[in-house]
């Protein structure tokens, strides 16, 4: 087996309980994905946007490749990856403005209910508002109910990232949204799912300049 660090790991309790937890096999989502059990890690390369419910790492993966994670080690093919420095994906908030109330929740209809895949447009959306709710207003409760909800009918990656949402737990382009007012970084990261993110941090009250947002998320309502 050839041993590797990985440059950083989210610091959620969430992903730690599955990196920490019992060593369990698990199976390839696709080319960065993961899924063990009900919970999806996130393998992203060294420099992309950091997950909070993932791993950076340079080690590549195969469809069919055999996964598993436990006691503090991420194992994929003949690889085992250690965890590197911890990052926190719960971002520092500091908007232009005061947060305006909440709107209305987005419907569960929107969310993809396919076995698996990436998150829908509406998926980023309803993500996006959870996240909001609990970092701009506190609602941690309502976001808990949210991603319980979610949960029963959405795809594996969504309900996962839908659950570090009700913790207040972010994408590393959220960050600098919530931190410095600019949507460009995550935009550019993400690109329509981006703007459905930043479409649903406003239905959550992100005090966004309309003649800044203007045109930029046209096609991404959900």
């Known amino acids: 087996m050839r041993e590797v660090s990985a440059n950083s790991h989210s610091r959620s309790a969430l992903f730690g309980a599955v990196l920490y937890g019992p060593f369990v096999r698990g199976e390839v989502l696709g080319s960065q994905d ?5 919970y999806v890690v996130t393998m992203t390369r060294p420099g992309a946007p950091r997950m909070p419910n993932g791993i950076e790492c340079a080690s590549r993966m195969r469809a ?3 996964v598993a994670i436990g006691g503090g080690r991420l194992v994929v093919g003949r690889t085992v990856v250690s965890p590197g420095p911890e990052w926190d994906p719960v971002p520092l908030v500091s908007m232009p403005r005061r947060a305006l109330p909440a709107g209305p929740e ?3 209809r929107v969310i993809a209910s396919e076995a698996s895949g ?3 447009l509406g998926d980023c959306a309803l993500a996006g508002y959870v996240a909001g709710i609990v970092l701009m207003h506190g609602h941690r409760e309502r976001a808990a109910r ?7 009918r959405a795809n594996p990656l ?5 659950r570090h949402a009700a913790l207040g737990e972010v994408p590393e382009p959220v960050h600098g949204l919530l931190a410095g007012g600019q949507p460009g970084e995550l935009l550019s990261a993400f690109g329509a799912a981006g703007h459905a993110w930043l479409r649903g941090l406003i239905s959550a009250g ?3 300049d309309a003649g800044g947002f203007r045109g930029r998320a046209a096609g991404c309502a959900p």
Request: charged fraction near 20%; charge should be neutral; glycine fraction near 0%.
């Open 64 to 66: 069919r490749e055999r």
């Open 106 to 108: 987005p419907l569960l």
């Open 34 to 38: 993961l899924r063990f059990a009900d």
């Open 118 to 120: 990436a998150m829908s």
């Open 146 to 152: 949210l991603a319980h909800e979610t949960a029963a």
């Open 158 to 162: 969504t309900a996962t990232l839908i």
């Open 206 to 208: 992100y005090p966004m």
